[in-house]
């Protein structure tokens, strides 16, 4: 993504391990359908619109805004993933 994705402080075994964790859980999940997401410039336009600045459903991996939820808030919060998305029906 163009804004997210960036890890926030720890040493070189702790981004190692993250790293690791990260791609290793989003690969556990398989298949290449699971990443639906607009181009940037309709990103972009949303944003200058209606400023956007959050994404609900992205990951470390595909993010465009540096604020987002996922999957896997344990490890994708150091990536600043802002944690799991919860709806209450």
């Known amino acids: 993504g163009k804004g ?7 040493d ?9 964790s990260l ?10 359908g699971y990443q639906a997401a607009l181009p940037g410039k309709a ?7 209606f400023g956007v ?9 595909n993010c465009y ?3 987002f939820c996922s999957c896997f808030a344990d490890i994708d919060s150091y990536f600043g993933s802002a944690g799991i998305l919860c709806f209450s029906i």
Do not use: W
């Open 4 to 10: 997210g994705g960036k890890m926030t402080g720890g």
């Open 12 to 20: 070189d075994d702790t981004v190692n391990t993250c790293i690791m």
């Open 23 to 32: 791609v290793t859980r989003y690969d556990a999940l398989g298949g290449s």
């Open 43 to 49: 990103f972009d336009v949303l944003r200058h619109t």
């Open 53 to 61: 600045q959050f994404e609900l459903f992205a990951s470390p991996l």
């Open 65 to 67: 805004y540096e604020r």
